[in-house]
């Protein structure tokens, strides 16, 4: 089994959408990560999580919000989809100590029509 | 703060060619560095890691990248490429003087194309 998990795997939705994207890790790391991938511009952070109670903005955390449900989970939900929030989302762990190296997820893909 | 900027949006080889994909870096204090390769439909796998020690980092199939402080570099090479190493890239960095809380910084990517 995977140590990443992200569900749903790829996602169609409309515009005004209120979407979740789900994030579970069984690597017992303390630290997740939400990204996203577009085409040139590599990957943005847009929020981060060091622990259950510690959640910050990343880069571009405007129109997302997040939830830490559980050390192994973490979800991102767009409220209001809007077209140019159409990409590829990336969930990542890392361990507290050490040497930030993270593990991503298979990636979600989504599409705002 | 830190930034990584890797300035190749696509680096094309024949297969049996050396590679080579640039990286610099920006930090205020010593670096963590990484390389991270991301095939199709798949997500990013770390390749190699530059922490502490040797300059020259070994990492998975056959890919090594060498740590230049002066230059703040971090290049990515292999020796004979493989059109199975066709992918995307990505360089990555965190300072290792840093307090608080931040996460890896990555580049843009560069996308490796290897042609047979």
């Known amino acids: 089994d995977a140590d990443v998990t992200q569900t749903p795997r790829n996602r169609i939705t409309k515009t005004g959408k209120r979407i979740m994207l789900e994030c579970s890790q069984t690597?017992?790391?303390?630290?997740m990560y939400w990204y996203r991938q577009d085409p040139g511009l590599g990957l943005r952070l847009i929020y981060y999580s060091f622990d259950v109670k510690d959640i910050n903005k990343g880069e571009i955390s405007d129109g997302y919000s997040v939830s830490r449900q559980a050390q192994a989970k973490f979800s991102l939900s767009l409220e209001s989809a809007i077209p140019n929030q159409t990409a590829l989302y990336f969930c990542a762990t890392s361990d507290s100590g050490g040497t930030y190296e993270q593990y991503f997820g298979p990636g979600t893909r989504l599409t705002v029509t | 703060a830190q930034s990584v900027a890797q300035p190749e949006d696509q680096v094309n080889v024949a297969e049996g060619n050396p590679l080579t994909v640039k990286c610099t870096y920006s930090v205020s204090g010593n670096p963590y560095l990484f390389w991270y390769v991301q095939y199709p439909n798949r997500g990013l796998q770390v390749l190699l890691k530059?922490?502490?020690?040797?300059?020259l980092v070994k990492g998975s199939y056959g890919f090594e990248a060498e740590f230049n402080k002066s230059q703040t570099s971090f290049h990515l090479k292999k020796p004979s490429a493989l059109v199975s190493d066709s992918a995307l890239y990505f360089c990555?960095?965190?300072?290792?003087?840093?307090?608080?809380?931040?996460?890896?910084?990555f580049g843009s990517g560069t996308r490796l194309q290897v042609q047979p």
């Open positions: 690597k017992g790391h303390d630290r």
């Open positions: 530059y922490i502490t020690g040797d300059n």
């Open positions: 990555a960095v965190r300072d290792m003087g840093s307090t608080g809380r931040r996460a890896l910084t």
